[in-house]
């Protein structure tokens, strides 16, 4: 991959998992710990490590499947213009929803599908008791509409094989891990930073969106 790419892969995966997803997945994890708050010590950080480990694996699956489309997209150089270009222009547009909130940001995370396929399954499982249990909330979590995942997924598309796609998605998901272990207690300390946080990881959102449309539109130019 190129640096561009490594370095927004970087700094987006971390700024953005204490900006956007301590919101997004804050509830999952909440809900899911109080389930086990009666639980030993051990059991709890092997239930939350089980939990994490199957959301990195869906968010890895994912970054598999857009990995594999975009290995057929770069085979064709008009092709993969047209695709980068509206790729990039996506990420514009998400960079701007990011900071702005609001209607836009509703609209690209399309909260229905959450609430329509994810949710009951999730109320479902969250009833039950046993590890197996935990890896299936962690994985639905991994398929939670969200802007910065479909972030992270158009840079698997772009990215043009199915190890970096894989790749790129493992290194988001694992740069989530401290913010969300450690959700309690990074509530309260990054709350004066989090918006500063959120609006750089946008921007740089925005910077590789306009990167790639430029490579596009040079490709089909």
């Given amino acids: 991959m190129e640096f561009a790419t490594i370095f927004s892969v970087i700094s987006v995966a971390f700024l953005s998992s204490i900006s956007h997803c301590l919101g997004m997945c804050g509830g999952f994890v909440v809900a ?16 939350n490590i089980s939990y994490h480990i199957s959301r990195i694996l869906a968010y890895v699956v994912l970054g598999i499947l857009f990995g594999l489309f975009g290995s057929f997209v770069i085979a064709s150089v008009t092709l993969k213009g047209y695709v980068f270009f509206a790729i990039g222009l996506f990420m514009v547009v998400l960079g701007v929803a990011l900071i702005k909130r609001g209607t836009l940001l509703k609209f690209i995370e399309n909260d229905k ?11 479902n499982l969250i009833q039950k008791d046993g590890i197996l249990a935990f890896m299936l909330l962690g994985f639905l979590n991994g398929l939670l509409p969200c802007g910065v995942v479909y972030y ?65 539109f040079m490709a089909i130019k």
């Fill in 32 to 47: 899911c710990n109080a389930k086990l708050a009666k639980k030993p010590v051990a059991q709890i950080w092997l239930y």
């Fill in 152 to 216: 992270f997924l158009a840079l698997s598309l772009s990215a043009g094989s199915i190890a970096n796609g894989a790749l790129v998605m493992a290194a988001f998901g694992v740069s989530t891990l401290p913010a969300m272990l450690g959700f309690s207690g990074l509530v309260n300390l990054i709350s004066g930073v989090k918006s500063k946080m959120n609006y750089i990881s946008a921007g740089i959102i925005m910077l590789y969106g306009i990167y790639l449309a430029y490579l596009g």
């Fill in 113 to 123: 599908i959450s609430q329509k396929f994810i949710m009951p399954k999730f109320k």
